[in-house]
C-alpha cells in the first residue's frame, strides 16, 4: 500500500527549553529552525518558503526571514493561534504542490514564562476589533471562557468533571516518560478533581501548562523526500476552518473540527477509525473531549464515556493520544500548542516516540490545532499523516 | 463564596465603542438594552453591526430588547481578589450575549435559570448591561 503525498515533513524540532531566561524570541526561533533542518538533513540554504504566525517579530516573516538569512520564494503568516503552524502544514502542502516552493520552513517561539506574563488578564488585541465592546467589559480570559464550554457540555450531554480528569490522567501517563516535560507526576481521578477550582467546573490540573520554547517544521516536496530517507513522513490530508459566535446563535459545546476533520479525512480517504494515534490540542481537558467528538471518533455527547478509564493511554486504551504529555503535562509553548501537536505525531510515524509510549506498528496518524476560544472564535486545523511507506 | 448578595464587585472596563455601536451605548445610559434587527431578512443578529451578517443588507435598525432571558452557560472565576460570574445570557429577541451575573449567589447559578438586564457603571462613564437572577 502506498498512499500518494504531494508533501512529506522531513524534519521536526520541539526546542527543549521550558523557561527561556537566557534567550530571546529570535533566537528561539533560529534555534528551532535549525534543529528541524538538522534533523531533516538540510540547512536554512535549502529553505525557500517560510511560514509563521503572531508570535514571530516583526511584519510576517520579514523579520524573521532576515535574522536567519533566508532566501525565498514564498510566505505565510497565517495567523490563527495556537492553530496556526497547523493550518501551515496544510498551507506548506498547497504551495509546494503548486511548485511556488520545495522546502518550506515553520517556526513557533516565545517566552512567556521568562517575561512574567499572567493569563489572567483580559487580552488586549486592539481598540478596533468589532466584538470588543461586546465581551471585553464583562473579564473574558482563556480559563472562564473554557469553563462556560465545559458548564454547558455538562449541563447538554451529562459530562462529569471526573470524566474531563481521565483526560489529564492518561497525558500525566505519558509524561512520566519525557524527561523534558515540565509535569512528570502521574497524576490520578481525584487529584484532578481536588485541585483548586479555577473557573467553573475546570480546576487547576484540567488546564495545560505555561511554557517558554519553540518548534519547527520542514516540508518538502516528494522529490526531495526521496532523497532524505525513510523518516519522512506524508502528509495525507488537511482542513481547516474558523468557527465563530454565528451571529448570536451561540453553540460551544462543539469545535471548528466538526469542520476541518472531515475535509482532512475525505481528502486522505481515510476515517477516524484508521488512526492509529492521535495528537489533540490541550489547552483544557474540556478541549480535547469536544474535539474528539467532532472528530468523530465517538458520537456528540459521547465524549465523557469515551475518554475514561485509560482509553487514551497508550498501551492501555484504544485511542493512544498526546503520547509526549501534551500541553497539560509536557509543553504549550508561549500559549500555543499546534506545532507541538504535529511533531508527537510525526515521532510516531517514524517509530521515534519514547519506548515506553510508542504506539506498535503505527501507520496512520492525526494531529489537530485549536487556536483563540472554543467559546467565542477559533482557528481550527486538522492533518492526516502517514508513515513513509503508509 | 457563600454570601447570598456579593456587595464587593471587580471593577468593569469600559467598553470601547464606535460609529456602530454608539447608539447602543448611549441607550444603555438610559437603562435601556438595544438589540439589531435587520430590516432585510428581519433576523435580529448580535452584537449590534451596520451590515447584517445574515443577508448583508445594510437596512438595519435598532430597537429595545425586553431584557428577559436565561443562563445559556456561565463559569465563576475563583482566582484573583474578586470572584465574578462570566456568562452567555440568551435573550427572548433569540440571540446570546456574553455577560456578567450579578446579585447573585455564585454558588447558586443554574444553565437555564431565568435572568432580567440591570447595569453597572464601568470605568469612565458608561453604564453596560449585566444581568441578575428574576
Known amino acids: 500500500m502506498s498512499r500518494t503525498s504531494k508533501a512529506y515533513i522531513a524534519g521536526i524540532y520541539e526546542h527543549p527549553t521550558r523557561k527561556a531566561v537566557d534567550q530571546t524570541i529570535p533566537q528561539l526561533h533560529a534555534e528551532s529552525a535549525i534543529g528541524a533542518l538538522a534533523d531533516a538533513g538540510l540547512t536554512m540554504a535549502d529553505v525557500d518558503g517560510y511560514f509563521c504566525a503572531g508570535d514571530a517579530p516583526g511584519l510576517g516573516g520579514i523579520s524573521m526571514a532576515e535574522y536567519m538569512g533566508l532566501d525565498l520564494k514564498y510566505t505565510d503568516s497565517t495567523e490563527t493561534g495556537g492553530s496556526s503552524y497547523v493550518i501551515h502544514v496544510g498551507h506548506a502542502v498547497n504551495a509546494i504542490a503548486m511548485g511556488k516552493c520545495s522546502v518550506a520552513l515553520i517556526t513557533l517561539a516565545g517566552r512567556p514564562r521568562a517575561e512574567g506574563v499572567a493569563t489572567l488578564g483580559a487580552r488586549d488585541y486592539g481598540s478596533v476589533l468589532p466584538e470588543l465592546g461586546f465581551e471585553a467589559p464583562y473579564g473574558p480570559v482563556v480559563t472562564n471562557q473554557y469553563g462556560m464550554a465545559a458548564m454547558r457540555h455538562m449541563h447538554q450531554y451529562g459530562t462529569t468533571s471526573e470524566q474531563l ?226 | 463564596m457563600t454570601a447570598s448578595t456579593e456587595t464587593k464587585e471587580r471593577n468593569y472596563p469600559a467598553p470601547s465603542v464606535n460609529l456602530e455601536t454608539e447608539a447602543y451605548w448611549a441607550a444603555a445610559n438610559e437603562g435601556k438594552l438595544l438589540m439589531k434587527k435587520c430590516n432585510g431578512c428581519g433576523k435580529t443578529h448580535f452584537f449590534p453591526r451596520a451590515i447584517c451578517p445574515h443577508c448583508q443588507s445594510n437596512d438595519t435598525a435598532w430597537y429595545e430588547a425586553s431584557g428577559k432571558g436565561v443562563i445559556y452557560s456561565y463559569s465563576v472565576m475563583r482566582r484573583g481578589d474578586t470572584p465574578y460570574a462570566i456568562a452567555y445570557v440568551t435573550v427572548d429577541e433569540g440571540i446570546t450575549m456574553m455577560t456578567n451575573i450579578v446579585d447573585c449567589d455564585y454558588d447558586a447559578l443554574a444553565v437555564g435559570q431565568a435572568v432580567e438586564v440591570t447595569f453597572r457603571q464601568s470605568d469612565g462613564d458608561q453604564a453596560i448591561p449585566v444581568f441578575r437572577p428574576v
Not at chain 1, 474540556?286 to 465523557?304: A, H, M, Q, R
Not at chain 1, 510525526?346 to 506498528?361: F, I, N, S, T, W
Request: aromatic share 4%.
Open chain 1, 165 to 390: 480528569a481521565w483526560i489529564k490522567v492518561a497525558a500525566s501517563h505519558h509524561a512520566q516518560h519525557n524527561e523534558l516535560a515540565l509535569l512528570q507526576k502521574v497524576v490520578t481521578v481525584e487529584d484532578v478533581v481536588n485541585s483548586p477550582m479555577i473557573s467553573d467546573p475546570l480546576h487547576r490540573l484540567d488546564c495545560c501548562v505555561i511554557t517558554d520554547g519553540g518548534g519547527a517544521l520542514v516540508i518538502v516536496s516528494p522529490e526531495i523526500a526521496k532523497t532524505l530517507g525513510d523518516r519522512c513522513v506524508k502528509i495525507l490530508g488537511h482542513g481547516e476552518h474558523i468557527k465563530h459566535l454565528n451571529a448570536g446563535q451561540v453553540d460551544i459545546t462543539y469545535t471548528g473540527a466538526v469542520r476541518s476533520g472531515p475535509i482532512a479525512f475525505e481528502e486522505a480517504n481515510l476515517t477516524p477509525g484508521d488512526m492509529d494515534y492521535v495528537s489533540i490540542y490541550d489547552s483544557f481537558t474540556i478541549t480535547v473531549l469536544e474535539t474528539l467528538e467532532d472528530l468523530g471518533f465517538c458520537e456528540k455527547g459521547e465524549g465523557g464515556k469515551f475518554v475514561s478509564d485509560g482509553n487514551l493511554i497508550s498501551g492501555v486504551g484504544k485511542l493512544p493520544f498526546n503520547t509526549d504529555g501534551g500541553g497539560l503535562c509536557n509543553n504549550h509553548p508561549t500559549n500555543r500548542g499546534g506545532i507541538t501537536k504535529v511533531i508527537e505525531a510525526a515521532r510516531q510515524l517514524r517509530g521515534e516516540a519514547h519506548p515506553k509510549v510508542q504506539v506498535p506498528d503505527c501507520t496512520l496518524a492525526l494531529a489537530h490545532g485549536t487556536g483563540g476560544s472554543i467559546a467565542t472564535r477559533m482557528g481550527s486545523s486538522t492533518v492526516i499523516m502517514g508513515r513513509n511507506d503508509a
